[in-house]
């Protein structure tokens, strides 16, 4: 089984808000710093958010005060909640797990936006 899922991506027209999840199994979130990447069609992927295992959280200024990143220790999950969606948001969302031992990715979730 994979250790993390992602979950909730879909199509959404621009202004509206959809909310990522991401559900670990085999690891335990609060020992990790958990982050939501993006990857765009040929672009880099790129850091949009992560919380670290104090609780800290720190964003892209591409999406500072729109996107929200969350966890539920009890539910070993991971949220993105993202409003006010942007055309330029739309890319694959990918979970991404580090420790500074061990690093694990989800197989990511699309998002597309439309204008």
């Known amino acids: 089984q994979e250790p993390l899922v992602e979950s909730g991506g879909g199509l959404v027209q621009a202004g509206g808000s959809l909310r990522l999840s991401c559900a670990a199994s085999?690891?335990?979130?609060?020992?990790?710093?958990m982050g939501w990447y993006r990857q765009a069609p040929g672009k880099q992927r790129e850091l949009v958010a992560a919380i670290t295992r104090a609780g800290a959280t720190n964003y892209a200024d591409s999406v500072k005060g729109r996107f929200t990143i969350s966890r539920d220790i009890a539910k070993n999950t991971v949220y993105l909640q993202m409003n006010s969606l942007k055309p330029e948001d739309g890319a694959v969302y990918y979970c991404?797990?580090?420790?500074?031992?061990?690093?694990?990715w989800g197989q990511g979730t699309q998002v597309t936006v439309s204008s």
């Open positions: 991404n797990a580090y420790s500074g031992v061990q690093d694990y």
């Open positions: 085999g690891i335990i979130i609060r020992f990790f710093t």
